[in-house]
Nanobody, 120 residues
Framework: VQLQASGGGLVQPGGSLRLSCAAS????????MGWYRQAPGKQRELVAA???????NYADSVKGRFTISRDNAKNTVYLQMSSLEPDDTAVYYC???????????????WGQGTQVTVSS
């Protein structure tokens, strides 16, 4: 399984960016896809996640500013980030929890990080 993330970059405070992450490979199902971030000197933290039924979960710090969505046909997750703040600066990592078969355990996979820098 490969997770290919894209969309990071440099943006001014108040600006917007959209991250994308596509999963490829052979698997039975993807139960959850999400985004984590890690700022220098800090632990990796959950930003947002979307489950196969469409339920979403957000970190309090991004509620109302970020929107996570998922295209199941493309096995792709998106993170629309608006009203970006300098504290949003971090490396953003895509994550997917998937099953190889209907009875297999849920396994977690990570994509490569993409840098998001919010600065004037």
């Amino acid at each position: 399984v490969q997770l290919q993330a894209s969309g990071g970059g440099l943006v001014q405070p108040g600006g917007s960016l959209r991250l994308s992450c596509a999963a490829s490979g052979s698997f039975f199902s993807i139960n959850v896809m999400g985004w984590y971030r890690q700022a220098p000197g800090k632990q990796r933290e959950l930003v947002a996640a979307v489950f196969s039924g469409g339920i979403t979960n957000y970190a309090d710090s991004v509620k109302g500013r970020f929107t996570i969505s998922r295209d199941n046909a493309k096995n792709t997750v998106y993170l629309q980030m608006s009203s970006l703040e300098p504290d949003d600066t971090a490396v953003y990592y895509c994550n997917a929890g998937l099953r190889w078969s209907p009875s297999s355990a849920l396994r977690s996979y990570w994509g490569q990080g993409t840098q998001v820098t919010v600065s004037s």
